[in-house]
C-alpha cells in the first residue's frame, strides 16, 4: 500500500501536535517546524499530483478496511489540485506570519498546521461523515485563529462565524443522517451508486439531503443569503490569517463539486442534480451583491473581503454552466482568485503599516515611507486582481466569458460579470489614488519595511504572470481534471477495485 | 416509542431554534446545545428504532446498528468542544465589547467599524 496519501494529513496533525506540547519552545524553533511542515507539504502534494495528474486514482484504506466499511481515502484530479494550491498558500501565509504576526497571540502555528491538517483531509476523504469530520477540524482551528491577536473587531467577528457554522454543522449532521437513514453506508462511492439505484419513494427525502448539504457547502462557500458573516469576519482577521483563510471558501466549493457530481448527479450529471439548479441565480445574485460590497469598502481589507465574495460569486456561476469547457475555466479562476485575494490581503497590511494610524482606511493620511515600491506593487496587483491584461485574471476571465458564450445563460453572466469586473475597477482606482497620490502635507512616517514580507508578496503576484505564461499546459491540465469530475464513474470503479483487491488479499 | 421520539426530536429542534434567534448569547448557546442534542438523537434514529437489540452480533436474535452509535459518539465529542468553545468566546466578548448582545452593540446604536 502506498502511504504517500496520508502524509498531507498526518504531517500537520503532528506537527501540530508537537507544536502545542512544546508551547514553551522559542517561537523562532517553531517557525521552523511549521515552515518545514508547510514545505514538505508542498513537496509531498507536488508528488501526488505528478502522478494522480499522469494517471489514475490514488487510494488509501486505513486499517487495511476493505470499502465500503472503515475510512477511505481518495486521491484523484481534483482533490491533488486543491492540496497543491492550499499547500502553496500555506507556505506563504507560513512564511509571512514568521516574520512577527504569529507572536500576536499564543500558539498560531499549533493552529495553522491543524487547519492545514482539516483542509487536507476534507479534500482527501471518500467518505461523507469523514468529511464532516475534517471540515470541524479545520472550522474550530479557524475560530481560534480568527481571534489571533485579540481585539474588539475580532471578537465580534468570531461571534457571527462560530454560531452561524455551529448552525451549519448541525445542518450538515441531518443532511448526513437522512442519507445513511435511506441508503445505509457512508462511503461516497458506495452512496453514489445506491443513490443512482434508489427507488422512487426515497427520492425526496435524498432530494431534502442534497439541499442540505447545499446549504452547508454555501455557509462555507459563502453563497448569498449565507454570506454576510464574510465581509466582517475576514476584515477583522490578521492578514496571514485572512491570506489562509482565502482557500477556505475554496474549500466549500470543493465539497459542492465533490458530492454534486459524484453522489447525486452519478446517474443525471452534475447539472441534472436538483441542487444544481438553485446555484445558478443564487451565484449570480453573490457576484452582484459582491459586486456593489467592493464600491462601498470602508477600508483595502474589506474591499479584499468583498473581492473574494465577488470571486465565489464568478466561480459558482461558471461551475454552475456544468460543461466540461466551463469546469475547467472555473478551477482555472480558482487558482488564480485564491492567490491573488490572498496575496492582496498581505499587500493591504504592509500598506496599512506604513500609514500610522490611518491604516487601511480610505482615508488622506501622510505620505508612506516607501511609497514608490508599495505604489508598484499595489499597481500590478490590482490589474491582477481586476483581470486586466497581461496577468492570470485576464485569461481567466477571458475563458469564462468564452464558455459562457453561444449558450442561453450568456446573456445574464456577461454584463454581471463585466460590470461587476468594472466596478472593482473603480474601486480599486479610487483606493489606489487615495492612499498614493493624494497625501495630507504632514512629514511622512519613518519606517524600515521588512523586506521578507514584500518578497512574499511580490512572489505571489508573479504567481500571476507564471499562471499567464504557463497558461496553455495550466489549461489542459484543468481540462483534464474537468473530465475527471464529469465522470464520477471512475472515481466509483477506482473503489470497487480497491474493495475487491482488500478482500483478495485476506 | 416511534410518536415520542419524534415529539421529542421536534420539541428540542423547535426549542433551539427559538433560543438561536434571541439577540443574547446565552440563550444562543443554550440554543445551540439543545439543538445539537436533537441533531444527534436524530442521528441515532436513523439506525432504526429497535428494542432488546445490543449492537453485537450473536448475543440475541436480532442487534441494533452500530453505526450510527458509533456516529453520534463523534458527534457528541465534537458538539461539547465547540459548545466549550463557544461559551469562552461569548464570555469574552460580553467581557471585551462590554454587551451580550450577538452584533457586539445593542441594535440602537450606530454601529463602526
Not at chain 1, 495528474?53 to 489540485?81: E, K
Not at chain 1, 489614488?433 to 521578507?452: C, I, N, T, V, Y
Request: aromatic residues 10%.
Amino acid at each position: 500500500m502506498n502511504h504517500l496519501i496520508i502524509l498531507p494529513v498526518l504531517i500537520p496533525l503532528l506537527a501540530g501536535a508537537f507544536l502545542v506540547v512544546a508551547f514553551a519552545v522559542p517561537l523562532a524553533l517553531q517557525r521552523l517546524i511549521s515552515l518545514l511542515s508547510t514545505a514538505l507539504l508542498v513537496l509531498i502534494a507536488w508528488l501526488l499530483f505528478e502522478r494522480v495528474m499522469a494517471g489514475n486514482h490514488v487510494l488509501y484504506t486505513l486499517g487495511n478496511w476493505s470499502p465500503p466499511f472503515g475510512i477511505l481515502l481518495v486521491a484523484d484530479r481534483l482533490s491533488v489540485l486543491m492540496l497543491l494550491i492550499t499547500a502553496v498558500l500555506a507556505a506563504f501565509c507560513a512564511l509571512y506570519a514568521g516574520r512577527g504576526d504569529d507572536s500576536r497571540g499564543a500558539h498560531f502555528h499549533a493552529l495553522l498546521q491543524f487547519q492545514l491538517a482539516g483542509i487536507n483531509g476534507a479534500f482527501l476523504t471518500g467518505d461523507l461523515f469523514n468529511l464532516f469530520v475534517c471540515f470541524e477540524i479545520l472550522l474550530i482551528a479557524s475560530y481560534a485563529l480568527l481571534l489571533h491577536g485579540g481585539g474588539i473587531a475580532r471578537c465580534r467577528a468570531s461571534l457571527h462565524y462560530v454560531i452561524l457554522n455551529l448552525v451549519g454543522s448541525a445542518m450538515f449532521i441531518i443532511g448526513v443522517g437522512i442519507l445513511y437513514g435511506v441508503t445505509g453506508t457512508l462511503n461516497m462511492a458506495d452512496l453514489a451508486v445506491r443513490v443512482a439505484n434508489a427507488p422512487a419513494a426515497d427520492l425526496p427525502l435524498l432530494t431534502a439531503a442534497s439541499l442540505l448539504l447545499l446549504v452547508v457547502f454555501g455557509i462555507k462557500a459563502a453563497l448569498l443569503p449565507l454570506l454576510f458573516w464574510l465581509p466582517r469576519a475576514y476584515t477583522a482577521a490578521s492578514a496571514p490569517v485572512a491570506a489562509l483563510f482565502a482557500i477556505m471558501t475554496k474549500v466549500g466549493v470543493y465539497a459542492m463539486l465533490r458530492v454534486f457530481s459524484l453522489i447525486f448527479g452519478l446517474e443525471t450529471g452534475l447539472v441534472g442534480t436538483i441542487a444544481w439548479q438553485w446555484l445558478w441565480p443564487l451565484a449570480l445574485a453573490t457576484l452582484a451583491l459582491g459586486g456593489i460590497g467592493v464600491l462601498g469598502a470602508i477600508n483595502l481589507r474589506n474591499l479584499t473581503a468583498y473581492m473574494v465574495i465577488v470571486s465565489v460569486g464568478t466561480l459558482l456561476a461558471t461551475l454552475a454552466l456544468g460543461s466540461r469547457d466551463a469546469l475547467a475555466a472555473g478551477l482555472f479562476y480558482l487558482i488564480h482568485s485564491t492567490l491573488m485575494t490572498a496575496a492582496f490581503f498581505l499587500l493591504a497590511d504592509l500598506i496599512a503599516r506604513q500609514r500610522g494610524e490611518a491604516a487601511d482606511h480610505m482615508v488622506i493620511a501622510a505620505a508612506m515611507a516607501h511609497k514608490r515600491t508599495l505604489g508598484v506593487v499595489y499597481f500590478v496587483g490590482a490589474i491582477a486582481l481586476a483581470g486586466l491584461p497581461p496577468f492570470s485574471g485576464f485569461v481567466s476571465k477571458v475563458w469564462i466569458l468564452q464558455v459562457a458564450g453561444g449558450t442561453d445563460r450568456q446573456a445574464w453572466l456577461w454584463p454581471l460579470l463585466l460590470i461587476a469586473a468594472f466596478m472593482i475597477l473603480i474601486a480599486l482606482s479610487r483606493a489606489g489614488s487615495k492612499f498614493f497620490w493624494r497625501q495630507s502635507g504632514e512629514p511622512p512616517l519613518r519606517f524600515r519595511m521588512d523586506p521578507a514580507r514584500l518578497g512574499v508578496v511580490i512572489t505571489m503576484l508573479l504567481g500571476s504572470v507564471v499562471l499567464s505564461v504557463a497558461a496553455t499546459p495550466v489549461m489542459s491540465l484543468m481540462l483534464d481534471t474537468a473530465d475527471a469530475v464529469l465522470s464520477p464513474g471512475a472515481y466509483v470503479e477506482a473503489v470497487e477495485a480497491a474493495a475487491r483487491q482488500t478482500g483478495e488479499e485476506r | 416509542m416511534e410518536v415520542l421520539f419524534a415529539a421529542a426530536l421536534g420539541v428540542l429542534t423547535f426549542c433551539g431554534v427559538y433560543l438561536i434567534l434571541r439577540a443574547r448569547t446565552f440563550p444562543v448557546v443554550l440554543g445551540l446545545t439543545l439543538l445539537s442534542h436533537a441533531v444527534n438523537l436524530f442521528l441515532f434514529g436513523m439506525g432504526r428504532l429497535t428494542l432488546e437489540a445490543p449492537p453485537v452480533i450473536g448475543e440475541s436474535s436480532h442487534q441494533a446498528d452500530p453505526l450510527p452509535q458509533a456516529l453520534v459518539l463523534t458527534a457528541i465529542v465534537i458538539g461539547f468542544a465547540m459548545t466549550a468553545f463557544v461559551v469562552v468566546l461569548a464570555l469574552r466578548a460580553a467581557v471585551e465589547l462590554r454587551s451580550d448582545h450577538v452584533d457586539g452593540v445593542d441594535p440602537d446604536e450606530d454601529w463602526r467599524p
